[in-house]
């Protein structure tokens, strides 16, 4: 059986609003293809002619985005911004973006030197279970960082990759998970620390979890690592896990 195809762009450094609406685009466009299948309908391309059920099978693209933000606080839909532990002219004072999301999970930190991962992904081609998707998205981390020769685990009833979850005093998390479904249409994704700065976790409850670090593969390892070569290794673990080919 052919692997399925998904289409990898690389959007490197994108203010964090951007990356969302890009996402929210990618999603609807397949969103508008579902309906038109299911419906029988024609759809129109971007460029205005018609697409149709009758012409070609009609199908959703599958989409891998690798990126990284400038300094950004997000907030899922379900956090409490209690967690924000700066006000707003801190926020300012320090050039830190908030955004209120619509993913899961509650409040984290994106900034440079952290590759962030945005699969949009239709698990109607895949499997229609969002557990098993976040813990595929877990394996890819593990499986990346694992190369590094860190072991990354998961933590029960935690989302994300953590290193010594079992060890009270030192459980710290390299991975922070938090994503969208909509018509089994993924959005948001993962966040994995490599050379990020740190400190910035400081100044938030990360995740709305009490007593727990926060690490990255530098920290890990005492050095700092190529940021390419981690994207690249991240990139043959999601096309292993995930079974599929990168294209683009």
């Known amino acids: 059986m052919d692997k399925q195809e998904v289409i990898f762009k690389d959007l490197g450094i994108i203010e964090y609003k951007t990356a969302w609406d890009y996402q929210e685009e990618l999603l609807q466009a397949n969103v508008k293809i579902k309906s038109a299948i299911r419906n029988g309908q024609s759809v129109l391309t971007?460029?205005?002619?018609?697409?149709?059920?009758?012409?070609?099978?009609?199908t959703t693209t599958n989409h891998f985005l690798l990126c990284e933000h400038p300094s950004v606080y997000t907030l899922g839909k379900s956090g409490n911004i209690d967690n924000v532990l700066m006000s707003e002219a801190e926020l300012e004072q320090n050039n830190i973006q908030f955004f209120n999301t619509n993913r899961g999970g509650d409040i984290t930190f994106h900034g440079l030197q952290q590759i962030v991962g945005y699969p949009i992904l239709d698990l109607e081609n895949f499997y229609t279970d969002i557990g098993k998707y976040l813990r595929n998205l877990e394996e890819v981390i593990i499986l990346t960082i694992?190369?590094?020769?860190?072991?990354?685990?998961?933590?029960?009833?935690?989302?994300?990759?953590?290193?010594?979850?079992?060890?009270?005093?030192?459980e710290?998390?390299?991975?922070?998970?938090?994503?969208?479904?909509?018509?089994?249409?993924?959005?948001?994704?993962?966040?994995?620390?490599?050379?990020?700065?740190?400190?910035?976790?400081?100044?938030?409850?990360?995740?709305?979890?009490?007593?727990?670090?926060?690490?990255?593969?530098?920290?890990?390892?005492?050095?700092?690592?190529?940021?390419?070569?981690?994207?690249?290794?991240?990139?043959r673990n999601f096309e292993k896990v995930f079974e599929v080919n990168l294209a683009g």
């Open 146 to 170: 694992a190369e590094y020769g860190i072991k990354g685990e998961r933590s029960s009833g935690e989302t994300g990759v953590w290193i010594e979850p079992g060890v009270i005093g030192k």
């Open 172 to 235: 710290r998390k390299i991975c922070a998970i938090g994503v969208r479904c909509s018509r089994w249409i993924t959005m948001h994704g993962f966040a994995l620390n490599v050379n990020t700065d740190l400190s910035y976790f400081n100044n938030i409850i990360p995740c709305g979890i009490q007593n727990k670090q926060v690490t990255s593969i530098e920290k890990e390892l005492g050095a700092k690592v190529d940021y390419a070569e981690a994207k690249e290794k991240i990139k």
């Open 46 to 58: 971007t460029h205005g002619s018609p697409l149709t059920t009758d012409d070609s099978p009609l």
